[in-house]
């Protein structure tokens, strides 16, 4: 489904993905974890097409085609959706407006007919029921005034709607209540299928227990430094980064063969 | 990351697209204004005594007048002598009677402009009163409203036919020299639209003028006047376009509204004049003179505008809020692209006791576009427990377009309550990149954000003439972020 290959990409003079390689296939989800300012969502913005960050090699192809000289829409018609860490407020662009449009662009793109504003409802209150959102959220601006969790709800509501074939949750469990965090799960969940793919940043072991990933991949520095599956995540979890990203010098752990 | 200033240069590409000229045999004026120029237009139209006097009055006023500083705007002269003060297309008959007799070319024009005066109008209920350069061509549903006792038919019939209320209300909210466009205006406008709405009636439809100008180095001068009477109510539209043409062309219409005891009168404009081209050249001048008198108590006056026409434009609708708990209001959404300059606002004057206005103001600037919102509140003495809300919000596209804002405030009574909030932003990336990436296309994205900004005004206009106004935006800022 999607396949990177050795990514390298700056914004300005400074290099944020130093050489970044990952092969997701249909049917599986990946974590990506790391720390703050290893360059996450400077990958998930670029596999989104966002203008600004400079590719200086390497490719990325999805579905078999290079994506690179796509824009942002034209990727999301091909059904890639990201569900970003912090959601844009649009005043006075309602809610279901958008939506509709991005829905209704996509089905276009795909020679399926519109779906007219009585079709959308249908459609848009199941999804909602789903989310255990209110029906009053169909009227308000986008993401206006929502509160940080309402925010990463309406995001994965958005992905419910649009159903795509690639997914990428930016932080999306973070600022989300208990409750919420379930309900999220439930909704990337009943996504999940042979023909889909996830791909989530995460800082946490808890969205994991919910959602269970295939890979786990350890982003710092802006290049992978470790894969695994779920158990290295609550590894991870147990004891930080720090093995990971120090020299191995005064390491005792047994991490593999580092050194000369 | 951040869209570029180069980006942002390509938001102007869009052609204008009412600006066909329609190829009419017209009787037209030569060029020049004096005293015979305007006894001339006078006498074609077959005016009583007192217009005469008073469009004279008004002349000799403006002679003495000096030409405006023009704030914000920046402005070439005017040589007042190169323009033409009358065009009428020629007709068989002296008017039209009916829409039968009216030049086929000239509706074919109205049909291009989307406003076909048989058919669409019956359709959507609106009754429309069409101005082509000088003179009024049709007046549809007019037996209709006739039965409902309302006038609604041009300016120079309601001349002829209802010449006391003419005489009782011209120049009674805006006085013939009140400023040098009105002044202008009192001498030599030639037509426009005049509306009376009897006592207790509610106005069975949406009235609504179109104004064009065909004829080249024509000036439009038109008249407005509408009157409510005690607990009438009326909504009435205006929309405007021209065709395409190198010069300047000037347009400095007068507006009066005059809302008598409980009387409720909501004006609503979509301006879509000839802009200029992307290089400024071109365009109308738009010089309006709107006000309206609340002069009863409980009435209330509400002016809708979407400007987004023009090369310069230069307005300030206002209300002078005489009666008690009088209402006025102004929404207002101007966009300027390219080199178009707008400086607009409102006048909210309030005399009455307990008498309350509201200010919504939305400026777009894209391009080398400026814009510019200046509005006066004044609350004299006697306006005991008067109160203003007024808002200012500013979208900027690009960095060589600019907004400014202009309040003033006078409060002369304590009891009073003034409030206001400004803002001015950018079209974020962050939103752009959003949208984008739900699957809209760059350009509807833009339309769609614009449209979300201005929708505390567009929710204001009628129904229909939203939708209108929705499209003419997003068509004016099409191509606008590259
Ligand atoms: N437009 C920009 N200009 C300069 N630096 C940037 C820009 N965008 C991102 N960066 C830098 O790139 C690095 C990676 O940022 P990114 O947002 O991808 O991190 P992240 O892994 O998602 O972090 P977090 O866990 O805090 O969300 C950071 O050091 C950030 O400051
Ligand atoms: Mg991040």
């Known amino acids: 489904?999607?396949?990177?290959?050795?990514?390298?990409?700056?914004?300005?003079?400074?290099?944020?993905?130093?050489?970044?390689?990952l092969e997701i296939k249909a049917g599986e989800v990946h974590a990506i974890m790391g720390p703050?300012?290893?360059?996450?969502?400077?990958?998930?913005?670029?596999?989104?097409?966002?203008?600004?960050?400079?590719?200086?090699?390497?490719?990325?192809?999805?579905?078999?085609?290079?994506?690179?000289?796509?824009?942002?829409?034209?990727?999301?018609?091909?059904?890639v959706f990201l569900a970003l860490q912090y959601p844009v407020e649009i005043p006075g662009v309602n809610n279901v407006y958008l939506l509709k449009a991005g829905l209704n662009a996509i089905r276009k793109h795909r020679s399926l007919p519109e779906l007219d504003a009585f079709e959308f409802l249908t459609l848009i209150k199941e999804k909602m029921k789903l989310m255990h959102m209110d029906e009053s959220f169909l009227n308000r601006g986008v993401n206006e005034g929502f509160s940080g969790g309402e925010k990463k709800r309406n995001e994965i509501l958005?992905?419910?709607?649009?159903?795509?074939?690639?997914?990428?949750?930016?932080?999306?469990?973070?600022?989300?209540?208990?409750?919420?965090?379930?309900?999220?799960?439930?909704?990337?969940?009943?996504?999940?299928?042979?023909?889909?793919?996830?791909?989530?940043?995460?800082?946490?072991?808890?969205?994991?227990?919910?959602?269970?990933?295939?890979?786990?991949?350890?982003?710092?520095?802006?290049?992978?430094?470790?894969?695994?599956?779920?158990?290295?995540?609550?590894?991870?979890?147990?004891?930080?980064?720090?093995?990971l990203t120090q020299v191995p010098a005064i390491n005792t752990d047994n991490t593999g063969a580092i050194g000369a | 990351m951040s869209t570029t200033p180069q980006d942002l240069e390509q938001l102007v590409a869009q052609k204008y697209r009412h600006g066909f000229v329609t190829d009419i045999e017209s009787d037209t004026l030569a060029p020049g204004l004096d005293e015979n120029v305007i006894r001339h237009i006078s006498r074609i139209k077959k005016e009583p005594e007192f217009l005469l006097q008073w469009r004279l009055k008004a002349f000799r006023h403006w002679l003495t007048m000096p030409t405006p500083n023009w704030a914000h705007l920046k402005i070439a002269p005017i040589d007042y002598q190169a323009i033409s003060y009358y065009s009428a297309p020629k007709a068989r008959t002296d008017a039209p009677k009916s829409l039968d007799e009216v030049d086929p070319k000239l509706l074919e024009t109205y049909d291009k402009l989307g406003i076909p005066l048989h058919e669409r109008a019956r359709l959507a209920g609106v009754a429309v009163d069409a101005v082509f350069d000088s003179v009024?061509?049709?007046?549809?549903?007019?037996?209709?409203?006739?039965?409902?006792?309302?006038?609604?038919?041009?300016?120079?019939?309601?001349?002829?036919?209802?010449?006391?209320?003419?005489?009782?209300?011209?120049?009674?909210?805006?006085?013939?020299?009140?400023?040098?466009?009105?002044?202008?205006?009192?001498?030599?406008?030639?037509?426009?639209?005049?509306?009376?709405?009897?006592?207790?009636?509610?106005?069975?439809?949406?009235?609504?003028?179109?104004?064009?100008?065909?004829?080249?180095?024509?000036?439009?001068?038109?008249?407005?006047?509408?009157?409510?009477?005690?607990?009438?109510?009326?909504?009435?539209?205006?929309?405007?376009?021209?065709?395409?043409?190198?010069?300047?062309?000037l347009h400095a219409a007068v507006v009066e509204l005059v809302a008598l005891k409980d009387a409720n009168i909501k004006y609503s404009t979509v301006q879509n004049w000839y802009p200029g081209d992307e290089n400024g050249l071109g365009g109308i001048y738009n010089f309006v003179t709107k006000r309206g008198d609340c002069r009863g108590a409980n009435s209330k006056i509400s002016w809708t505008q979407v400007e987004t026409g023009s090369a310069i434009t230069w307005k300030y609708p206002s209300c002078i809020l005489t009666g008690d708990h009088s209402v006025g209001e102004f929404y207002s959404v101007a966009l300027t692209n390219h080199y178009q300059q707008a400086d607009t606002g409102t006048k909210m004057i309030h005399i009455g006791r307990n008498t309350k206005s509201t200010i919504v103001s939305k400026g777009i600037s894209a391009g080398h576009g400026q814009n510019c919102y200046r509005g006066l509140v004044k609350i004299l003495a006697g306006a005991e427990g008067a109160r203003n809300y007024t808002q200012c919000d500013s979208l900027l596209m690009g960095d060589r377009c600019g907004a400014h804002t202009f309040p003033y405030v006078e409060v002369k009574n304590s009891t009073a309550s003034v409030e206001h909030e400004a803002s001015t932003s950018k079209i974020s990336d962050d939103q752009l990149f959003y949208c984008r990436s739900r699957g809209i296309s760059q350009e509807d994205a833009v339309s769609m954000i614009v449209n979300g900004f201005c929708k505390a005004v567009f929710k204001e206009l009628p129904m229909e003439f939203a939708v209108e106004a929705q499209n003419l935006l997003s068509v004016s800022l099409e191509g606008a972020v590259g």
């Not at chain 1, 489904?1 to 390689?21: E, R």
């Open chain 2, 136 to 249: 009024s061509v049709a007046t549809t549903f007019k037996d209709r409203l006739a039965k409902a006792g309302v006038i609604f038919c041009s300016f120079s019939d309601a001349v002829q036919q209802h010449p006391q209320l003419i005489e009782q209300y011209l120049g009674s909210v805006v006085p013939h020299g009140d400023n040098y466009f009105a002044a202008l205006n009192s001498a030599v406008f030639t037509d426009g639209s005049f509306v009376y709405i009897p006592k207790g009636v509610r106005c069975p439809m949406e009235l609504s003028t179109y104004f064009r100008i065909n004829a080249a180095n024509t000036g439009q001068f038109e008249r407005t006047l509408i009157i409510a009477d005690e607990g009438a109510t009326v909504s009435y539209l205006e929309g405007c376009t021209a065709p395409m043409r190198d010069e300047n062309q």
């Open chain 1, 158 to 243: 958005q992905m419910a709607v649009l159903e795509p074939s690639l997914a990428l949750l930016d932080e999306t469990d973070s600022g989300l209540d208990i409750d919420a965090l379930k309900i999220v799960a439930h909704g990337v969940n009943s996504l999940r299928s042979p023909e889909r793919a996830i791909l989530m940043v995460t800082h946490y072991q808890r969205l994991l227990d919910y959602i269970t990933p295939d890979y786990v991949h350890v982003l710092a520095g802006g290049k992978i430094i470790k894969s695994g599956d779920k158990t290295l995540a609550l590894e991870l979890e147990k004891r930080g980064y720090d093995w």
């Open chain 1, 36 to 79: 703050n300012g290893s360059g996450k969502s400077t990958l998930s913005q670029v596999l989104a097409g966002r203008d600004g960050y400079e590719v200086i090699s390497g490719s990325i192809t999805y579905k078999g085609q290079d994506i690179l000289a796509l824009s942002p829409e034209e990727r999301a018609r091909e059904g």
């Open chain 1, 1 to 21: 489904m999607l396949s990177i290959k050795d990514l390298h990409v700056n914004v300005g003079d400074k290099q944020i993905l130093k050489g970044i390689s």
